[in-house]
């Protein structure tokens, strides 16, 4: 394979999704080489990365799939795994960069908090020789040109996920129906894309958007918002929630108001705590999006990077929908 490929696209396919539940990572995207190659020859590469928050059962996820990889190719890289405290803890990511920088990592990847405001301390760690992978949450276009930077994005399609959520949700509801949103933080892209997605169902599904408001990917603040769109509106019949978190959080709320079941609930991650919510009818639906093997294709891809190949665009990675009929 070619050291300048400007271009990849990987879609992680049928076959090979029984061997990400399985965690085998070198099924799920090309393998690297057993050799050292001479970019870092004279010792192992500094690998960090840097999440959102860790009390996201997401990021959990990631963080042991990420540890899990490092501890079985520690003779190739040494790996550092850092999170913020909660979902909107930004500056500690801007930390976590400039400590890898100072600390001379090789390999930064990231998913930004911020996709706007992450493109500056990346693009001086870019400046400063670091190999940075942008995974999960895609950094803003324009915000990449301004910084004078061009990363490549490793990640799912968060719009097309949120609309095979949406569009399960429609279906089983029928046109007409009323549903609410709850968004993600608006400061992060895969939030704004997950919204369109969902938008994109209303319509095509013929629903009626009754509201939409954030809950920053948090379960207790969706409990919250939940609770007062039940106050405000008697009439909904599904709710869209941009993370399996906030779907947490809305669950929540329909048990405490005796509407679980009776209210359609799509979300997206497939977290092990929304799986047996599935099973018992409590949700509809979620979007596996594969959160434990992420962050190991982004170390091998900085790994590739490291060793003289180049990426850009969007390196697209795979979703499916998860029904009570996957979980059986």
Same mark, same amino acid.
């Given at each position: ?122 693009? =001086?760690?870019?400046?400063? /020789?670091?190999?940075? $992978?942008?995974?999960?949450? +895609? !950094?803003?276009? #324009?915000? &990449?040109?301004? %910084? ?113 079941? =009776?209210?359609?609930?799509? /979300?997206?991650?497939? $977290?092990?705590?929304?799986? +047996? !919510?599935?099973? #018992?009818? &409590?949700?509809? %639906? ?43």
């Amino acid at each position: 394979m070619s050291n300048s490929m400007k271009r990849e696209s990987v879609l992680i396919n049928a076959p090979r999704r029984a061997a990400l539940k399985l965690g085998l990572a070198g099924t799920l995207v090309l393998a690297l080489s057993c050799s050292v190659s001479p970019a870092f020859a004279a010792g192992k590469p500094k690998v960090g990365l840097i999440m959102k928050s860790l009390s996201n059962e997401f990021f959990k996820q990631m963080k042991a799939g990420a540890d899990k990889y490092a501890a079985e190719n520690k003779d190739k890289f040494d790996f550092k795994a850092v999170g913020m405290k909660d979902e909107r803890d930004f500056a500690s990511q801007v930390d976590a960069v400039e400590n890898f920088v100072t600390q001379k990592y090789d390999i930064i990847v990231v998913a930004p908090a911020d996709s706007k405001a992450m493109a500056t301390p990346l693009a =001086k760690a870019v400046k400063a /020789g670091v190999k940075v $992978i942008n995974i999960d949450v +895609p !950094l803003d276009a #324009d915000a &990449k040109k301004k %910084a004078g930077i061009d990363l490549a994005f490793f990640g799912p399609d968060n719009k097309g996920g949120a609309t095979l959520a949406g569009d399960a949700l429609a279906k089983d509801l029928g046109p007409g129906a009323k549903v609410v949103i709850l968004e993600g933080n608006p400061e992060a892209d895969n939030a704004k894309e997950r919204k369109e997605g969902f938008m994109d169902s209303v319509k095509s599904g013929k629903l009626e958007l009754l509201d939409s408001k954030t809950a920053h990917w948090e379960t207790e603040e969706a409990n919250t918002v939940m609770t007062n769109f039940l106050t405000k509106y008697k009439d909904i019949q599904g709710v869209m929630a941009a993370n399996d978190s906030m779907a947490l959080g809305v669950v929540k709320a329909l048990d405490a108001a005796g509407q679980s079941g =009776k209210i359609k609930v799509v /979300g997206f991650d497939n $977290i092990p705590p929304v799986q +047996p !919510l599935i099973k #018992d009818g &409590k949700m509809l %639906a979620t979007v596996e999006q594969y959160g434990a093997q992420m962050a190991v294709l982004g170390i091998q891809y900085g790994m590739r990077e490291l060793a003289g190949e180049t990426f850009t665009g969007w390196v697209k990675t795979d979703i499916k929908l998860v029904t009570a009929a996957d979980l059986k």
